[in-house]
């Protein structure tokens, strides 16, 4: 049988499958996290990880903005929900953070780097290899651009996670303060609102048994993608892992 013949998933099943994607995928079974979380990551790893993620911050905006364009024409609530993810991004939200790839930038502060030796360290190709994957669908059709955000964004319910365990490591294992972790305490709780938005726009959107298998597929090349990212986080200081 083809996916073209094949019966369209309810949307309580797409989504279910979503989420045992992100299951299979989450960046807590890296190497690298069991020991981030552990207190076992030393300082070139931290400096390391903190550079190549702000990058990835500071890189991962301009798609986002484009977005409010690309949903001009939607419901007000999904073209007010996507405005609200930017607005709060470059910081104007009236929780009074500052822009995110600042917030992220300021771990790279806090484990006393300058900013030569932030310009000096190198960020892991992973990381080139992510940011590209993501771009890549930056200026597609109304329908591709929701599908997406719906599918590529399930890495935002990673990041809940991740952020979460991040931001209590910091501060419980490595002695940083709530400044200095503020990027991960944020979207710890921020990014899981994220993912049920993007999860809800997936699966709307997505009307054939066709689309669903293509946005399921941009799931899971997301996540492994993610996944080979924060193994490449260890190669800092150790073997990838």
């Given at each position: 049988m083809?996916?073209?013949?094949?019966?369209?998933l309810?949307?309580?099943?797409?989504?279910?499958?979503?989420?045992?994607?992100?299951?299979?995928?989450?960046?807590?079974?890296?190497?690298?996290?069991?020991?981030?979380?552990?207190?076992?990551v030393?300082?070139?790893?931290?400096?390391?990880?903190?550079?190549?993620?702000?990058?990835?911050?500071?890189?991962?905006?301009?798609?986002?903005?484009?977005?409010?364009?690309?949903?001009?024409?939607?419901?007000?609530?999904?073209?007010?929900?996507?405005?609200?993810?930017?607005?709060?991004?470059?910081?104007?939200?009236?929780?009074?953070?500052?822009?995110?790839p600042?917030?992220?930038?300021?771990?790279?502060?806090?484990?006393?780097?300058?900013?030569?030796?932030?310009?000096?360290?190198e960020v892991?190709?992973?990381?080139?290899?992510?940011?590209?994957?993501?771009?890549?669908?930056?200026?597609?059709?109304?329908?591709?651009?929701?599908?997406?955000?719906?599918?590529?964004?399930?890495?935002?319910?990673?990041?809940?996670?991740?952020?979460?365990?991040?931001g209590?490591?910091?501060?419980?294992?490595?002695?940083?303060?709530?400044?200095?972790?503020?990027?991960?305490?944020?979207?710890?709780?921020?990014?899981?609102?994220?993912?049920?938005?993007?999860?809800?726009?997936?699966?709307?959107?997505?009307?054939?048994?066709?689309?669903?298998?293509?946005?399921?597929?941009?799931?899971?090349?997301?996540?492994?993608?993610?996944?080979?990212?924060?193994?490449?986080?260890?190669?800092?200081?150790?073997?990838?892992?």
């Open positions: 083809t996916t073209a013949e094949k019966e369209m309810s949307k309580g099943e797409f989504i279910k499958r979503m989420k045992a994607i992100h299951a299979k995928y989450s960046v807590m079974s890296t190497k690298f996290m069991k020991e981030f979380v552990a207190g076992e030393p300082i070139e790893g931290l400096k390391g990880f903190a550079v190549s993620h702000w990058y990835l911050c500071d890189r991962g905006a301009y798609g986002e903005i484009e977005e409010v364009w690309t949903f001009r024409n939607q419901p007000e609530e999904l073209l007010h929900s996507t405005a609200e993810n930017v607005v709060g991004e470059i910081g104007y939200l009236p929780d009074g953070l500052a822009p995110h600042s917030l992220a930038k300021g771990l790279c502060y806090g484990l006393g780097m300058t900013d030569e030796e932030i310009e000096e360290t892991v190709p992973e990381m080139l290899l992510f940011t590209e994957n993501g771009q890549r669908h930056r200026g597609v059709d109304e329908y591709s651009q929701g599908t997406m955000r719906g599918a590529y964004g399930i890495i935002e319910m990673d990041s809940a996670v991740s952020c979460t365990a991040i209590k490591a910091l501060m419980e294992k490595y002695g940083l303060d709530e400044t200095t972790a503020k990027y991960f305490i944020a979207h710890g709780y921020r990014d899981i609102d994220h993912s049920n938005t993007n999860l809800e726009i997936t699966a709307d959107k997505a009307r054939t048994r066709e689309e669903q298998d293509a946005a399921l597929k941009i799931a899971e090349a997301a996540m492994k993608s993610r996944h080979r990212l924060y193994s490449a986080y260890r190669t800092y200081y150790a073997e990838a892992g």
